[in-house]
C-alpha cells in the first residue's frame, strides 16, 4: 500500500466550476501537507502549504487537512482554462523526505 | 532570481550506456532532492542532501544510481549500465532547509530515454 493516494483522473470540468481534489494517507506521522501544480513539461509549483487541521485560503483555492480521517483536500472556486495542469499533493514528517501523491490530471473546458 | 537549474533538458540514450544529470540548486539552499516522474506517475523519491549530513539514499532503485553532491551546491545524478525502465524525468529540487516546512522549489527536469 502507498503512504500517499490520490486518484490519477483526469478529472474534466466546465469553466467556473468547482473542483475538489483529494489525498488520503496512511502514515499518522505527516504534519506538513503541501499542494503542488505542474504543468506540462515544468516542474512542479507549490501552491498550498498547511500543517495543522483545518481550512487554508488563497484567493480562489483552499487547502483542507482532516488529520483524524487521513484525508487532504483542495478546492479550487471558480476554475479557469489556465488552472487545467496536473495537481499534487504531498506531504512529510518533520524534515523527512517529501512524500508525493500520483497527482491528478485535471482539465478546465472553456 | 535565478531557480533550479538543470541539464541537460533532453537526453537520449543507447541501453547499457551511463548517464549524468546535473542539478544547479538556488544559491544559499541547503537542501537539494532528486525524485523520478515516470509517465503518468507521481514523483518518486531517489535521493536527499542536507547540508552537511549524510544523504539519505534510501529511494535509489538499485546500485546503478548514485548521486553526489560537490561543496554543497551542484549534484550529479548517475546512471550506470542505463535499462530501458529507467525512462523517466528526473525532476531535482532544493529548499532553503530551514525549518521543516520550507518549500522545495523545482527545475523543470531532464526527460531521460534509453532506446
Known amino acids: 500500500q502507498k503512504e500517499v493516494e490520490q486518484d490519477p483522473g483526469p478529472l474534466s470540468v466546465p469553466e467556473g466550476a468547482i473542483v475538489s481534489l483529494n489525498c488520503t494517507y496512511s502514515?499518522?506521522?505527516?504534519?506538513?501537507f503541501m499542494w503542488y501544480r505542474q504543468y506540462s513539461r515544468k516542474g512542479p509549483e507549490l501552491l498550498m502549504y498547511?500543517?495543522?487541521?483545518g481550512n487554508k485560503e488563497d484567493g480562489r483555492f483552499t487547502a483542507q487537512v482532516d488529520k483524524s480521517s487521513k484525508y487532504i483536500s483542495l478546492f479550487i472556486r471558480d476554475s479557469q482554462p489556465s488552472d487545467s495542469a496536473t495537481y499534487l499533493c504531498a506531504m512529510r514528517a518533520g524534515a523527512q523526505k517529501l512524500v508525493f501523491g500520483q497527482g491528478t490530471r485535471l482539465t478546465i473546458n472553456p | 532570481g535565478a531557480g533550479v537549474s538543470q541539464s541537460p533538458s533532453n537526453k537520449v540514450t543507447e541501453k547499457g550506456k551511463d548517464v549524468e544529470l546535473r542539478c544547479d540548486p538556488i544559491s544559499g539552499h541547503t537542501a537539494l532532492y532528486w525524485y523520478r516522474q515516470s509517465l503518468g506517475q507521481g514523483l518518486e523519491f531517489l535521493i536527499y542532501f542536507q547540508g552537511n549530513s549524510a544523504p539519505d539514499k534510501s529511494g535509489l532503485p538499485s546500485d546503478r544510481f548514485s548521486a553526489e553532491r560537490t561543496g554543497g551546491s551542484v549534484s550529479t545524478l548517475t546512471i550506470q549500465r542505463t535499462q530501458q525502465e529507467d525512462s523517466a524525468v528526473y525532476l531535482c529540487?532544493?529548499?532553503?532547509?530551514?525549518?521543516?516546512?520550507?518549500?522545495?522549489?523545482f527545475g523543470n527536469g531532464t526527460r531521460l530515454t534509453v532506446t
Open positions: 498547511t500543517y495543522s487541521s
Open positions: 502514515n499518522s506521522a505527516f504534519q506538513y
Open positions: 529540487a532544493s529548499s532553503s532547509g530551514v525549518g521543516d516546512n520550507s518549500p522545495l522549489h
